[in-house]
């Protein structure tokens, strides 16, 4: 299930569920998303991207989906490993005359096996 | 291919000290980043260089932060006097585009925790 803890919204699954992670944006003029994963003491690592002119991006195991009109990202893991537990952020890139990246809050993904 | 380089890992020490980060990018990326991720919340944008000129600093605390990239390489992050507040991980990263299209990922290193007691 869902819940949220003392900063950041943890999801439990099960090993072998599949797992949606999402995020709500706040720039309408957002153009270029990116969801990222971050694992204890590390830093971020690069999950998927997506542009604005698309709804949809699958990479192996994981799928991005877009809508617009609700500003909300989502990010679906298929068949989720204890390797895929930690803190997955989603980022928009606000296009203000030049490019920077805002992250999300972030998301705590729990796997038991 | 060698990541984002940062030191010192790990730092602590007491308010009103200073401390100072570096970091070295991934070789030929011109754009570096250097992120303050506070626990339980998502990295924010420091300071963000084109080469070795500013593009943003808008969340930069100017009054105890600087930041430098002399030749457009690597880049040192120091905070003077520091508070209690600074307590975060500094994540450096880099990435190979130029320009106002972002046209591909951010390179991460692991960062580096202060502690101000």
Redesign the interface.
């Known amino acids: 299930g869902e819940s949220v803890g ?3 919204p943890t999801l439990s699954v099960q090993e072998g569920d599949n797992s949606i992670i999402n995020c709500a944006y706040s720039n309408s003029a957002s ?2 998303f ?1 969801w990222y994963k971050q694992e204890s ?6 999950i998927i ?1 997506i542009r604005s002119n698309m709804d949809k991006r699958q990479g192996q195991r994981v799928t991005v989906l877009l809508n617009k009109t609700v500003k909300h990202l989502s990010l679906q893991i298929a068949a989720t490993q204890p390797g895929d537990s930690a803190v997955y ?1 989603c ?1 928009e ?1 606000r ?1 203000s ?10 998301t705590m993904l729990l796997v038991s096996p | 291919e060698a990541g984002v380089a940062q030191s010192p890992r790990y730092k602590i020490i007491e308010k009103r000290q200073s401390v100072a980060f570096w970091c070295n990018p991934i070789s030929g990326h011109a754009t570096l980043y250097w992120y303050q991720q506070i626990l339980g919340q998502g990295p924010k944008l420091l300071i963000q260089f084109q080469n070795n000129g500013v593009v943003d600093d808008s969340q930069l605390p100017k009054d105890r932060f600087s930041a430098e990239r002399l030749k457009g390489v690597d880049s040192t992050l120091k905070i003077q006097p520091a508070k209690l507040e600074d307590s975060a991980v500094y994540l450096c990263a880099s990435s190979s585009y130029v320009g106002t299209q972002v046209t591909g990922e951010l390179f991460f290193g692991e960062g580096s925790r202060l502690t101000v007691l």
């Open positions: 003392l900063h950041l153009d270029y990116i003491g590390k830093g971020p690592q690069f991207d952020f980022a890139n296009n005359g030049y490019s920077t990246l805002t992250f999300g809050k972030g």
